[in-house]
């Protein structure tokens, strides 16, 4: 089968597309014919070594997945050949290839409302802000940075499905994209200073990182929240919150049945193929990209 490896850390050049054996799964697992896959942040960060949480190269990239069952090891009663699946993969093989092995409780029936580019464009994306936002209560004020991005556009889905009242940080020309979402209020974070127009809020989900996190506790109220997940340099306040990804087949089952409803939707960027990781890593480094970009054998 095709995998997309890398012998080294580096650019986006070290990125290879290879022929490489076809996995099997173990007991509690499944093998995944992929059907598509998508770019996070992670990925490239874990390309160039800025995080290192799958140890020295050679692997392979890609936590989200969309695609049907191709086997089934011992102990699976969930799913059977044939089904489409979506979910997240957490393991030094990952879903940059035409097949891989995951834990069967990491997946769920990928909602039927959307195509496999859409599904594997969810998992990581929507189970970080599902977790970041579950205490979410009705009235509550919520200011979500990078609201546009691929984690910010579920997030500021889920908040509304909470009851809360939404702001969203974005340049101008995502301001439509992020109402039609239901965000109640936009900044152009390019010409105006957040501090200066919010009011105290009750959660700040940070996806930016750096200095936003002490600039965000300026406009959180004293009992509130700062929920990071990029790193920001507010860690010394009782306040804040580090948030991390954790894959769950139950959440995106719930997750799915929202999907069907209409009631979250997944914006896709761009869908490129295999042999041009390297332009949608270089894409998603820039920091303009709206939603996701999906990468199909």
Same mark, same amino acid.
């Given at each position: 089968m095709r995998a997309i490896t890398q012998q080294a850390l580096g650019g986006p050049e070290v990125l290879e597309l290879v022929e490489v054996e076809r996995p099997h799964p173990g007991a509690g697992e499944v093998l995944v014919r992929v059907a598509a896959t998508s770019v996070n942040a992670a990925d490239w960060k874990l390309r160039t070594g800025e995080v290192d949480k799958l140890g020295p190269p050679p692997f *392979?990239? &890609? =936590? $989200? %997945? /969309? @695609? *049907?069952?191709? +086997?089934? @090891? /011992? @102990? %699976? *009663? $969930? =799913? @059977?050949? &044939? $089904? +489409? %699946?979506? &979910?997240? %993969?957490? /393991?030094r093989s990952g879903a940059y290839a035409e097949y891989v092995v995951v834990p069967a409780d990491y997946l769920a029936p990928k909602p039927a409302s959307i195509d496999h580019s859409q599904a594997a464009a969810l998992p990581t994306a929507v189970l970080t802000a599902w977790h970041a936002l579950t205490k979410i209560a009705p009235g509550q004020r919520v200011l979500v940075h990078a609201a546009a991005g691929g984690v910010g556009h579920l997030a500021v889905q889920i908040a509304k499905l909470h009851g809360a009242y939404v702001i969203g940080t974005a340049r101008s020309d995502n301001h439509e994209f992020l109402r039609s979402l239901g965000v109640d209020e936009v900044i152009d974070y390019r010409t105006t200073d957040f501090t200066t127009v919010t009011p105290p809020v009750d959660v700040v989900f940070d996806l930016v990182g750096g200095e936003y996190g002490e600039r965000s506790l300026s406009i959180l109220t004293p009992d509130g929240r700062l929920i990071d997940a990029q790193r920001d340099d507010a860690l010394d306040d009782p306040r804040f919150h580090r948030t991390y990804v954790a894959p769950s087949g139950a959440d995106l089952r719930e997750i799915a049945t929202l999907v069907d409803r209409g009631l979250l939707r997944v914006e896709v960027a761009s869908v490129m193929p295999f042999a041009d990781v390297a332009r949608a890593h270089r894409l998603s480094e820039s920091g303009r990209v709206r939603g996701k970009i999906v990468l199909v054998p």
């Open positions: *392979t990239l &890609g =936590f $989200d %997945v /969309s @695609g *049907t069952v191709a +086997e089934t @090891g /011992s @102990g %699976v *009663t $969930d =799913f @059977g050949i &044939g $089904d +489409e %699946v979506y &979910g997240m %993969v957490l /393991s």
